[in-house]
């Protein structure tokens, strides 16, 4: 690559003389958490979950007719809201090589699509998470991401093996280490396919392949974004898993939108979610967003018999110059099972993401 030159973004990003780029960029996402397991309340300085700190580093280079590029991202270690129960607080600061998210590299045309090869997302990454209402950053359909690891109680006080986490999986994709190609938009739609496998997590002995379908659209007043994927896990711990996922998000220029989700595993269970939000300029330092969310799960935790369900509240209030996003979020649990009865739980996150 030629000689870097002037900063174009901040002092975060210079370009070269050749059209290439090299940006910074990351978050940093502080919360304070507060669950009720029905019991007792824990109260926590956490990471938030639904977005964890990081700190990424995007190299772009017109090549061959399209751009190469080559991203690398990490969280920073920091003790994430999803991690913390009633009988573990990881270190406040413990970063492993896990915390790697992307060491990815790509090429892109217009003509013939994307290319990934290395350490990033699955095809299904982000299928099941369409959301446009501005408030996903403090809830969204990822129920575990404030408090997945928080144990349900009986009806008597003890302490289950069932956690939040568990009743409440969106069946989304992750990152692993993998081959990916996605084509060329038409129409507002996308195919992606991918094969990979865990590379990071020591002894997984876990590979999975995936394929989805895109959708983005603005058409008139409105904002789509849509995703259906079907995905196929074989792992040495959970065995063979078939998992098949979708979203869609329609955000309208008066504010209004509407999210829902569903999902399915062949070896489990089904959910349904959805969620209506709005959002509003109220005030000049930035857009105020609000939303109420709901999600059902069905067979999730005992194969047939159990009955799971998440309601949620989310205000997200941004400040734009600062580049700073405040929120609040409540969530209310509930769990039962043929035979068992569980208290519900539920969960606070209070917080801002700082971006750069």
């Not at 350490?119 to 969204?140: F, I, K, N, P």
């Not at 969106?170 to 396919?193: A, H, W």
């Not at 959910?271 to 709005?278: D, H």
Request: net charge negative.
């Amino acid at each position: 690559m030629a000689a870097l030159a002037a900063p174009a973004m901040a002092e975060l990003r210079r370009d070269n003389a050749s059209g290439g780029s090299v940006t910074l960029y990351g978050h940093l996402n502080p919360a304070w958490q507060s669950v009720d397991d029905g019991v007792a309340s824990y109260d926590t300085l956490v990471d938030n979950g639904h977005s964890p700190s990081r700190l990424g580093l995007w190299v772009r280079q017109p090549l061959g007719g399209g751009t190469f590029g080559f991203n690398l991202e990490t969280a920073l270690g920091v003790r994430q809201s999803f991690a913390v129960s009633q009988g573990t607080k990881a270190d406040a600061l413990n970063w492993q090589r896990t915390s790697i998210r992307k060491v990815d590299f790509s090429w892109s045309s217009e003509r013939f699509g994307t290319f990934c090869l290395g350490q990033g997302s699955m095809s299904h990454d982000g299928a099941a998470e369409r959301d446009l209402s501005g408030t996903s950053l403090v809830g969204y359909n990822s129920i575990g991401s404030a408090a997945g690891a928080f144990r349900f109680r009986d009806a008597a006080g003890a302490l289950t093996p069932r956690t939040i986490a568990a009743a409440g999986p969106s069946f989304d994709g992750g990152r692993r280490g993998r081959i990916r190609y996605d084509t060329p938009g038409f129409q507002g739609f996308k195919l992606s396919v991918s094969h990979g496998e865990e590379i990071l997590a020591q002894n997984s002995d876990l590979t999975s392949t995936s394929v989805a379908l895109f959708y983005d659209r603005e058409p008139g007043d409105w904002t789509l974004s849509g995703a259906l994927a079907y995905a196929s896990v074989d792992s040495r711990l959970t065995g063979d898993l078939h998992d098949r996922m979708g979203s869609f998000s329609a955000l309208h220029a008066s504010g209004w939108n509407v999210t829902v989700a569903a999902g399915d595993r062949q070896e489990s269970g089904t959910y349904a979610y959805g969620k209506l939000g709005y959002k509003a300029d109220w005030f000049a330092a930035g857009t105020t967003a609000l939303s109420v969310d709901y999600c059902d799960g069905r067979d999730m935790t005992a194969g047939p018999g159990s009955d799971s369900a998440a309601l949620g509240v989310q205000l997200v209030q941004n400040f734009d110059e600062p580049g700073i996003e405040a929120y609040l979020g409540w969530r209310d649990y509930s769990l039962s099972e043929t035979g068992t009865t569980y208290r519900d739980a539920s969960s606070v996150l209070i917080g801002a993401r700082w971006k750069f």
